[in-house]
């Protein structure tokens, strides 16, 4: 074979090979390069998996107070966030509203929902969310032992977070509810350009209320209050600034000097302090 014949060849057989490359690439689209992956569920797929969990996926645009999951519709899907974030809730028959949690990119929903979904989600932003078939994930799961046990992971932190949240309707008061919020939003990942100790709160002040069981006007009441106690700092209504991190932690276990003081002087008057809800 001449030289001419031999590059000629190379040539074609480079072409073939960067086609190959290209067709896995998309093969595996849109997962293989999906930046919820690393924090989600689907991690724990090997990349030779990877086309099997993008034949199931459908991404879907989500805009701002729309909703993508309906309580008690058929759960014919598991929904990831790529981003963004959503709210979760349920309603009562008269109309009111539990905001069970909120959820931000990597979050898997549906996991509780055997035949209908169990709660409604609504996005509280621009958000991204990809589909995966139901039928076609558990097919894939019992073959992926690391996916499988990522799902368990996210089913006992599901657990802990609603046990967590009982706690805090049950027990605490609503300066110890609105501390306890506004940790767990700052242990959460922050959108790119929010930095510590400043924090991203997409959602609205009704939504917090909503979540942590109180009215609207006690949660700005609560605000106010820290923010005047020099806690914290709200220089817009989606973002609040920490500025006394230790504070804030001490007030959200129920040990902040006032309710220390509260207990001591109740002691003294020889009677038990039982705080009420939401007081």
Do not use: W
């Not at 500025?243 to 129920?254: C, P, V």
């Amino acid at each position: 074979m001449d030289s001419a014949a031999t590059t000629s060849c190379c040539t074609e057989l480079a072409a073939a090979r960067t086609r190959l490359s290209a067709n896995a690439v998309d093969a595996v689209q849109p997962c293989g390069r999906c930046a919820a992956r690393a924090c989600g569920v689907c991690g724990g797929v090997a990349a030779p998996d990877l086309p099997r969990l993008a034949a199931l996926a459908t991404i879907a645009n989500v805009p701002r107070g729309q909703t993508f999951i309906h309580e008690g519709a058929p759960a014919e899907h598991f929904c990831i966030l790529i981003q963004g974030s959503a709210k979760l809730y349920k309603l009562l028959p008269d109309g009111r509203r539990q905001i069970v949690g909120f959820v931000y990119a990597g979050s898997f929903l549906g996991i509780s929902a055997p035949e209908t979904y169990a709660f409604s989600a609504e996005a509280l932003e621009s958000t991204r969310v990809c589909r995966l078939s139901r039928r076609g994930l558990l097919r894939l799961l019992s073959d992926s032992h690391a996916m499988e046990q990522r799902l368990l992971d996210v089913a006992v932190n599901k657990l802990r977070l609603a046990q967590e949240h009982m706690v805090l309707l049950g027990r605490k008061t609503t300066i110890e509810r609105v501390a306890s919020f506004l940790l767990f939003q700052a242990k959460r990942p922050q959108p790119r350009g929010v930095l510590p100790p400043r924090i991203h709160l997409p959602m609205s002040r009704i939504d917090i209320a909503d979540y942590l069981g109180v009215t609207v006007e006690t949660v700005c009441r609560s605000l106010a209050k820290l923010a005047k106690s020099g806690v914290i700092a709200i220089p817009n209504v989606h973002e609040v600034v920490i500025l006394d991190l230790a504070y804030l932690e001490s007030t959200a276990r129920g040990a902040s000097p006032e309710r220390s003081l509260r207990l001591v002087r109740r002691a003294e008057m020889g009677g038990a302090f039982h705080p009420k809800i939401g007081s």
